[in-house]
């Protein structure tokens, strides 16, 4: 869908499909849209995805780096949840640093000198193996902040490839399809009818007049409820442990 598309959409709940000859203006539309987008990347989870970078070793002996001890990165970044060094050899006995569930099954069976009834065996020693992650200097300590996109480094001088983990926005017309994202424009639209009616009085053909609270109101009570659902399904279902 594109925005054009989406006011459309918009104009026509708003006004009854045309029952009513008042509409949100244009430009109160773009702003009421850039608005939701911002909103939306923050507080929605589905107008995220996650996106992985690599940043080159060379970087941070770089005097540009030296200087301000950060890295600039793309404007469609939100948010950056981890910041690591990259590893060598993988720790299956091979060059391959995968380290999933499939592949340690896959490495005992196939792979490993010993036979499969050791895979209690093999299954103690990694756990030995994750707990020594305690103990490595993988993880980098770091700030970062959304609106100037900077992500400064403010533990030790990375000596390896630094790997992040973010979270970047969406296409725009991607959340347009989005039935929170309309029906949140929407209400937002009515409420902003219902003020720009307030200012005064209007009366359609036959002097009836337009109740600009009831479509103020209509549009608060939708809005409250959409804020709601979103923020039930943002509940954290796991916890995040680090060392």
């Known amino acids: 869908m594109t925005r054009a598309e989406l006011i459309e959409l918009v104009n026509s709940e708003i006004t009854g499909s045309g029952s009513l000859p008042y509409s949100v203006p244009e430009r109160e539309m773009e702003r009421i849209i850039d ?24 970087w ?7 200087k301000t001890r950060s890295v600039l990165l793309p404007d469609c970044v939100i948010s950056v949840t981890e910041v690591k060094e990259t590893q060598g050899a993988g720790r299956l006995g091979t060059v391959d640093a995968d380290f999933y569930d499939n ?6 069976l196939f792979l490993s000198p010993f036979a499969s009834d050791d895979l209690v065996l093999r299954a103690a020693q990694y756990s030995y193996w994750d707990l020594t992650q305690a103990f490595l200097l993988e993880r980098i300590s770091y700030d970062w902040n959304r609106n100037t996109k900077r992500l400064k480094i403010i533990g030790r001088n990375p000596k390896r490839d630094v790997y992040l983990s973010t979270y970047v926005k969406i296409e725009e017309n991607r959340l347009y399809d989005d039935w929170f994202f309309q029906r949140y424009v929407t209400a937002q639209a009515k409420i902003s009818l219902g003020r720009i009616l307030g200012f005064f ?3 359609l053909p036959g002097g009836v007049q337009v109740n600009s609270d009831t479509i103020k109101e209509e549009g608060k009570e939708e809005l409250e409820n959409i804020i709601k659902t979103i923020d039930e399904e943002n509940s954290p279902d796991w916890f995040f442990i680090f060392h």
Not at 41 to 54: D, I, L
Not at 60 to 66: A, G
Not at 103 to 108: F, G, H, Q, S
């Open 103 to 108: 592949r340690l099954l896959a490495a005992e």
């Open 35 to 58: 608005q939701a987008l911002n909103w939306f990347f923050v507080n929605y989870g589905p107008a995220v995805e996650n996106q992985y970078y690599m940043i080159p070793k060379q």
């Open 201 to 203: 009085t209007f009366n």
């Open 60 to 66: 941070f002996s770089d005097p540009k780096f030296k």
